[in-house]
Every structure is written in structure tokens, then in C-alpha cells.
Nanobody
Framework: QVQLVESGGGLVRPGGSLRLSCAASGVIFSINGMGWYRQVPGKQRELVATITSGGRTNYADSVKGRFTISRDNAKGTVALEMNSLKPEDTAVYYC??????????????WGKGTLVTVSS
């Protein structure tokens, strides 16, 4: 069974930085796209950043120039470096990965989320 486990959330002041990490576990053949999404209560989950297995990245306009996504294919991890954080970045951040695991067709998996709060 594939699991994605996030870490690194917390409380940070405006202008500060945080680094989120996500690790995939299970009997995994390959991981295709990986990404981070976020959700605020009462709103739809939105894309923050994605990265392909080849390293091609995509960012939401609201985080371009401030956030950087990276991954380690050998370790099955993805990270999100968040700088110049703003109060509007406050949300639960979810890790996502398209995983081909033993006995299971390739499918999307989600972590349980980690809360990021940007406040003075």
C-alpha cells in the first residue's frame, strides 16, 4: 500500500520561510508526476506546484518566484521550499503523486496534509 507522508508545516511570520517534505512509501515501481496542492476551509483545493520525473516544473502564478519544488527520484521524495511567505499562503498543504505500485495500476495518491500558518 502506498503512503505519502508530509512534514515541515508550522507557524511562520510574514516574509519568513518554510520547507515542506513528502516521502512516498510502499512497494513502488515508479513515480511519475509529484506535486503540492493547498486548501483553505470553504475553498477548493488548488495547485501550488508540480514536477515531472524529468524535473520539469509548473507553478501557480501566486507562488512563482517565491516557492521552489524539487524531488529526489531515488528516495521517492518531493520538497517545497517556500520563501517570502504571505498570510494568504496560509492553508493545509497536500502532497500528491502519480505512483505505479506493485499489484496496482498507476494512480494518484494524496498525503493527509500539513498546516502552514503565516501570521504575525
Amino acid at each position: 500500500q502506498v503512503q505519502l507522508v508530509e512534514s515541515g508545516g508550522g507557524l511562520v511570520r510574514p516574509g519568513g520561510s518554510l520547507r515542506l517534505s513528502c516521502a512516498a512509501s510502499g512497494v513502488i515501481f515508479s513515480i511519475n508526476g509529484m506535486g503540492w496542492y493547498r486548501q483553505v476551509p470553504g475553498k477548493q483545493r488548488e495547485l501550488v506546484a508540480t514536477i515531472t520525473s524529468g524535473g520539469r516544473t509548473n507553478y501557480a502564478d501566486s507562488v512563482k518566484g517565491r516557492f521552489t519544488i524539487s524531488r529526489d527520484n531515488a528516495k521517492g521524495t518531493v520538497a517545497l521550499e517556500m520563501n517570502s511567505l504571505k498570510p494568504e499562503d496560509t492553508a493545509v498543504y497536500y502532497c500528491n503523486a502519480d505512483v505505479w505500485a506493485f499489484g496496482v495500476p498507476s494512480m494518484d495518491y494524496w498525503g493527509k496534509g500539513t498546516l502552514v500558518t503565516v501570521s504575525s
